[in-house]
């Protein structure tokens, strides 16, 4: 059986260690140099960016997110096996791991990690299909000829020099199609890797659950539960047409992927739609100068992640959850794109201006949508505020002195509010 070592990249024949070096982080399988579609997941990207930049934290339980009211971001394995996972609130994490450090996210440091890992992609295959910041499907059909290697020896590659050069792991799943491998790159985390072939498609999913199905959430599962459907097994019992009389457009999409087929090709121009941050308080706000210096930063962390995009955006939106939970949602349409800060910022404070505030709040989120390329962007100038487009060189100007000299070097005064 087709087999590759993780360690050397060594390819030989079935065996417990690689013959080459010795190591046993080996990959086996009958259709190993046969398939291309693979997806790729960093392992506890943000927690593992955060140990890479403080060794002290390395043997330590880290936990991403905001204060004791926020959310996890992400946490490390060693906190994952307290239990601790994605989405939980933070105060439900320091139960199970009381002795987390938390870490509080620097979105821009991680963005340009998730540049770093993408362009080491790009070197393999033009066909890249980004989810988020620590994920991706590759397409890496043809490429054999180009690099002399098969797909399994590249993507066996990539994750050895993404350790290497930047100090990040990852796992691989690989498969003939981007269901199968994102669900092959989940099966052995972290520093896996790996492979669901055509041939035991069927029986692989026969007695998995469905809930595996990305896309599947609680109420969807709850759904499927009320008629009995458990599994894959469960759902193949089904006829096409009942399970379309069901559930629509989905029931067609579960009959196809309950078979382990997905005819969805790996699309490298998949559109960004929207640029947002949000914050929750520790402590719920009610003072609208307290408010106005988070408003103020999450435009700036907006503005930031639009000029790395090269984006611009011609809506603004203001979030705003009291603290009864109730949600308030502002929009604003400007007159062009922009990814000024400035611009943001003040469209944000007067969405918040017009609206009532009878109760404090205990989160604030700013976003940018209806996007557009920058170079189209920040053109026209404001009639109504004729020291605008001198805002925007300043703006320009900071950026550039931030770029040379990091980002604490220029800090706006309603900033440290």
Not at 61 to 81: D, E, K, L, N
Not at 176 to 190: G, M, Q, T, V
Not at 260 to 274: F, T
Request: aromatic letters at 6%; proline letters at 5%.
């Amino acid at each position: 059986m087709p087999a590759l070592c993780r360690d050397c990249l060594h390819a030989f024949d079935t065996g417990r260690r690689c013959p080459a070096c010795g190591s046993p982080r080996l990959t086996s399988h009958p259709e190993l140099w046969d398939l291309s579609i693979a997806h790729m997941d960093c392992d506890a990207f943000y927690a593992s960016v955060e140990k890479r930049d403080n060794p002290a934290l390395r043997d330590k339980p880290v936990i991403i997110g905001g204060g004791r009211r926020g959310v996890v971001s992400t946490a490390c394995y060693i906190a994952r096996i307290k239990g601790v996972r994605s989405a939980m609130p933070m105060f439900q994490a320091l139960k199970l791991c009381p002795e987390a450090v938390v870490v509080k996210g620097r979105m821009d440091v991680y963005a340009a990690v998730s540049r770093q890992i993408r362009a080491m992609m790009q070197d393999l295959t033009p066909a890249i299909e980004p989810l988020s910041l620590d994920e991706a499907f590759l397409d890496l059909s043809g490429t054999a000829r180009l690099h002399g290697a098969a797909p399994a020896v590249l993507l066996a590659r990539l994750v050895k020099r993404m350790q290497a050069e930047l100090g990040i792991t990852g796992s691989i799943g690989l498969s003939h199609n981007k269901f199968l491998a994102k669900l092959a790159s989940d099966l052995d985390k972290p520093r896996g890797f790996s492979v669901i072939g055509k041939a035991e498609t069927m029986d692989f999913l026969r007695d998995k659950p469905v809930r595996m199905i990305w896309g599947i959430g609680e109420a969807g599962q709850a759904s499927l539960d009320k008629v009995g459907i458990r599994t894959f097994a469960d759902l193949r019992r089904w006829d096409r047409a009942d399970l379309q009389a069901r559930f629509g457009a989905m029931g067609d999409r579960l009959w196809h992927l309950a078979r382990g087929e997905d005819h969805r090709r790996v699309s490298p121009d998949r559109a960004v739609k929207s640029i947002s941050t949000e914050t929750t308080f520790s402590d719920d706000i009610a003072d609208p100068d307290l408010l106005d210096g988070h408003i103020w930063r999450l435009a700036e962390k907006v503005a930031d992640r639009a000029k790395a995009k090269g984006l611009a955006g011609r809506t603004v939106t203001l979030k705003l959850k009291r603290d009864d939970f109730r949600l308030v949602t502002r929009r604003q349409t400007l007159p062009d794109g922009t990814q000024i800060a400035d611009r943001i910022y003040r469209a944000a404070r007067a969405l918040y201006d017009q609206a009532d505030h009878p109760r404090p709040y205990r989160l604030i989120g700013v976003g940018l949508s209806d996007l557009v390329p920058a170079d189209t962007a920040d053109r026209s100038g404001n009639l109504l505020d004729p020291q605008e487009a001198r805002r925007i060189a300043a703006e320009r100007a900071t950026d550039a002195i931030r770029a040379r000299f990091g980002e604490d070097a220029i800090l706006k005064g309603r900033a440290l509010r």
